[in-house]
């Protein structure tokens, strides 16, 4: 495919003067926690990258990933960068379809050779009943990850699907749905440097800063326990949240009409998981900056985060318990009154007996 | 699953299991033994609901004779007592934990107020084992039950600081550790000497209501 070779021609041809690319590095360099001084040389690098091979594959997933992305106000110098990267396959985008399309992976894989390109995974992989639950042109889900992993450079699984298993792996997971790191982790497909960038969606900025930081670098950034970039997934939502105070005050909304909830305080009685999740959304925000949940009157519900489907209820405090029934604390009553009497009752037989004896 | 899934589901049942067998055994094993009865005129004028009752609220505070000797543990008690009190049943979050359990609910104190709480709790619970150990004759009175019990009661008002104040560890792993430490003061309370908090009240009441029958101050 002809056109420009460098993300810095390729940019001048879109028209972005010099100011607005340093603005982008500027705001790429901040959200990355990097110093000021970083978004020089991030400029210089990334005007000199070349354009990145990278193979979308979307599994199990809603697409809500990809539109995140795609969707966001537009145009954006984020989403320039991803216009930049050679996205040589990618499901929803991709004018191609059928043996086509397919065609162009293993162009795309044969082309950019051994470590030369980038996989971005989004949804889960689904491994019931031999992978059937979901095939492209024949191919399971997991013979194709496997295929294309084997080559690749590193693999970036994009939304809390492809990191974690997401949706479809909550309770009961019917397909037996799977992360790309399980399946690293079993041997499945082929182990390579993983970034996860978990959310439901992810927030835009952090799909491309992870790019961004890729392209600069060559490398991988500095990631949590989960494979997260720690620049995005550093603090919790509650750490960042300007209801903050109002915890720390231990003013909360008792319910989402109410006096407290229209004064803005914190939602942590009504649900909100900010605490114990991680992720940009309090400070990079949605819809150009616009909002996140906690600041259109919900609470977060922890989606950046493993097994948030099946982490209790969205709208239970976090210091509720996570069970539903209580059946077991009344088998508990009934077998402590059924032990305490046949202890009582053992007494009093010894009792009688000593009784009996000292009598006799 | 990871570990405050852990301690908020599956190890909070079960320690919620265990204390609530744990202490039904104890207290139905306690009401069923085999009781005596004193078949004597009874001396005094006090009937033994009144002298259980008079005794359960006197043994709020020592003899006159014994003030000065246990004047600082009773103090000490008496301040780590109140303070667990007002961190447990004021503190917002216990209370929802509450409500979440049992469906009932009430306001929540000031933050200011259990902080303080707190911070006189754990004062109060490390000055009692320091006098614990540097009393040579309460030293030799300690049994590990003892210890052990102060363990399992300071462990959550520690943890639960680090939790409120986001110290040394990820929130969830702190508010998971606090979680864990409030589970091992639930399996442990009936087996040792925590379980007075049901049965103090058995025992003052059935001393005070024979004393009452004999004509006997207590």
């Known amino acids: 495919m002809a056109g420009p070779s460098t993300l810095g021609d390729f940019l ?31 400029a210089a690098n990334l005007e000199t990258a070349k354009r990145q091979s990278v193979i979308w594959l979307s599994f199990q997933e809603c697409t809500g990933c990809t539109e995140s992305l795609t969707r966001s106000h537009s145009p954006t110098l984020e989403s320039l960068i991803f ?146 970039p720690k620049a995005f997934f550093g603090d919790t939502i509650h750490d960042r949240c300007y209801r903050r105070p109002f915890y720390d005050q231990g003013k909360m909304a008792k319910s989402f009409d109410d006096e407290g909830a229209r004064k803005g305080w914190c939602l942590y009685e009504v649900g909100c998981k900010g605490p114990t999740t991680y992720n940009a959304c309090a400070t990079a925000k949605w819809n150009n900056g616009t909002s996140f949940p906690i600041e259109s009157g919900h609470g977060c519900l922890g989606c950046s985060e493993p097994n948030f489907w099946d982490a209790g209820s969205f709208y239970k405090p976090l210091s509720a318990g996570m069970w539903g029934e209580a059946e077991g604390l009344a088998a508990a009553a009934a077998v402590g009154v059924a032990a305490g009497a046949g202890a009582a009752w053992g007494h009093r037989r010894r009792h009688a007996q000593a009784q009996e004896e000292s009598q006799s | ?153 300071i462990l959550p008002v520690i943890t639960g600081f680090m939790a409120v104040q986001h110290l040394g560890a990820r929130y969830e792993t702190l508010l998971a550790v606090h979680l864990l430490s409030v589970e091992l003061l639930l399996i442990w309370l009936p087996f040792g000497k925590l379980m007075h908090t049901f049965t103090f009240l058995f025992s003052r009441g059935f001393t005070g209501a024979r004393a009452a029958h004999k004509g006997a101050k207590t």
């Open chain 1, 83 to 228: 216009d930049f990267i050679s996205l040589d396959y990618h499901h929803t985008l991709q004018a191609a379809s059928g043996h086509a399309a397919e065609k162009a992976r293993e162009e795309a894989m044969e082309r950019a050779g051994e470590g030369g390109y980038l996989v971005v995974v989004d949804g889960s992989i689904p491994t019931g009943a031999g992978g059937a639950y979901s095939t492209i042109a024949g191919m399971t889900n997991l013979q194709m990850l496997a295929e294309t992993l084997e080559n690749a450079a590193a693999v970036v699984s994009v939304g809390t699907c492809a990191a974690f298993g997401g949706i479809p792996y909550a309770d009961p997971n019917p397909t037996d749905a799977r992360s790309v790191e399980s399946l690293m982790a079993n041997g499945h497909v082929p182990s390579k440097p993983l970034i996860n960038v978990s959310g439901c969606p992810p927030v835009p900025v952090v799909i491309s800063g992870t790019f961004a930081h890729y392209l600069t670098f060559g490398q991988i950034p500095e990631l949590d326990h989960y494979n997260r």
């Open chain 2, 1 to 153: 699953m990871t570990l405050l899934e852990f301690t908020r589901g599956p190890a909070l049942e079960a320690s919620l299991i265990i204390l609530v067998a744990g202490v039904i055994w104890r207290l139905v094993g306690l009401l069923l033994l085999p009781y005596k009865r004193d078949h004597s005129e009874p001396r005094g004028n006090r009937t033994a609901l009144g002298g259980a009752l008079q005794t359960i609220l006197r043994r709020f505070w020592p003899y006159r004779a014994f003030q000065n000797r246990v004047l600082f543990s009773h103090v000490m008690g008496y301040a780590f007592h109140i303070g667990l009190a007002i961190v447990v049943f004021g503190y917002r979050p216990h209370i929802l934990f509450i409500r979440d359990l049992t469906g009932i609910s009430w306001p929540g104190l000031p933050y200011w107020v259990v902080y303080l709480a707190g911070a006189v709790t754990l004062a109060a619970l490390v000055a009692l084992l320091i006098r614990r150990l540097s009393h040579g004759v309460l030293r030799l009175l300690s049994t590990p039950d003892d210890y052990l019990s102060w363990l399992v009661t």
């Open chain 1, 12 to 42: 001048l041809q879109r028209g972005i003067s010099r100011r607005g690319f340093m603005k982008f590095c500027t705001a790429m360099a901040s959200a990355m926690a990097m110093p000021p001084s970083f978004a020089r040389d991030m």
